[in-house]
């Protein structure tokens, strides 16, 4: 089944990041996901397109309109229906959302094989009427504690993490189940050739041919970065037995190196 996207967005062209490089492309061209693009514009009832206008209570910036928003999203909905959707869910991206991680893409993912269409509202200027979002918005999701100008980069960020797990968007080669993330941890060091760059040698190990090393020591890796970097994933997340042991090794390493 192929998964259905659409966005509702004054500036559709930017999703050719997404259409027209790499993975995303690939997948899209082989049928895994298709997307459709909303321009409010198409639907304001004035002559000029406009879909912002001053926000009641005064300050600087500008709203955006609900009428317009919610005819995209109305035509979204029905090209859903069409391409095979069995229902739609629309979302809205902004710094207010409920944050957006690897246990939501996980649920989406698996939503969108069910046949749920997403459409994914994206705002400009200061945001979206309110009444709006009330109205017609199921979920608010946040990428990050940051503002960007619009929401089409989150929403792209979004589509993008959702896509790479379609089965069959990655190659053989490469798993969304080895990424990081799904082990609750953060990736280990990669290296390629050549063995020495710039006076630096790649880790012995990497080159001994003996898997099983190799793969202690991969996560060995993964858990001191995590423990470094991100210390409340590991307070989140059990550890094997082995896992316990490697932490003891990496507590008594970091001691030494203090
Ligand atoms: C613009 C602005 C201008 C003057 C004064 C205050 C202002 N606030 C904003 C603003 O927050 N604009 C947002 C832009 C409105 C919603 C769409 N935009 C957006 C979405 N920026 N950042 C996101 C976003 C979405 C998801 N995750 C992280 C950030």
Redesign the pocket.
Known sequence: MTAVFDCVSIFPEMFAALTEFGVTRKAREAGLWSLALWNPRDYARNAWGIVDDRPYGGG??MVMQAAPLEAAIHAARARQQSAGAARSQVVY???Q?APFNHAKVMDMTARLMAGVGLVLL???????DERLIERVVEEE????D??????EL?AMLLMDALIRQLPGALGDAASAAEDSFVSGLLDCPHYTRPEVYAGQAVPEVLLSGDHARIRRWRLKASLARTRKRRPELLTQRALSAEETQLMTEIRLEQCGEQ
Request: with cysteine; proline share 8%; charged share 10%.
């Open positions: 600087p910036g991206l902004s710094p959302g994206c705002g400009r200027y200061e945001g979206v999701l946040s990428v990050g940051f503002v960007v100008s619009g929401g989150a």
